[in-house]
């Protein structure tokens, strides 16, 4: 009777590890197909499954890597990131300044100096 519960025990522990495992082959692909999708040039964004943060410029894709070249001050290697490490990418559309933003301070600083001039010509009277 142990035998027959050890028995059973590991062969649900075999099985469950071949799920597992075609869960993350199937992940990768999915992340290889999102890195093809994303143009060579541009900006990404990527986090590992041991929660490190990558950010720069794409720059090769390959059927098991990533390959990203960090924007930093000082120039580095560019790191090579294995698909089956990705737990999260996308393309970072950057956080500037949009349009309408920009139209925005541009009011606002025009509004401020034309009350400033008022003002300075209420004070000449």
Do not use: C, Y
Not at 58 to 81: C, F, H, Y
């Amino acid at each position: 009777m142990r035998l027959t519960a050890i028995g059973l025990i590991f062969s649900m522990l075999a099985l469950g590890a071949g799920d597992v495992f075609a869960q993350q082959q199937n992940e990768a692909e999915t992340w290889r197909k999102v890195a093809e999708a994303i143009p060579l040039g541009s900006k990404v964004k990527i986090q590992t499954l041991e929660n490190k943060r990558l950010s720069g410029t794409l720059m090769r894709v390959d059927s098991t890597t990533v390959t990203v070249k960090r924007n930093t001050r000082r120039p580095e290697a560019a790191i090579a990131v294995n698909f089956e490490d990705i737990a999260k990418m996308e393309r970072d559309h950057g956080g500037g300044v949009n349009i309408g933003k920009a139209i925005a301070i541009g009011a606002a600083t025009g509004a401020a100096a034309m009350i400033t001039l008022i003002l300075f010509a209420m004070q000449l009277d």
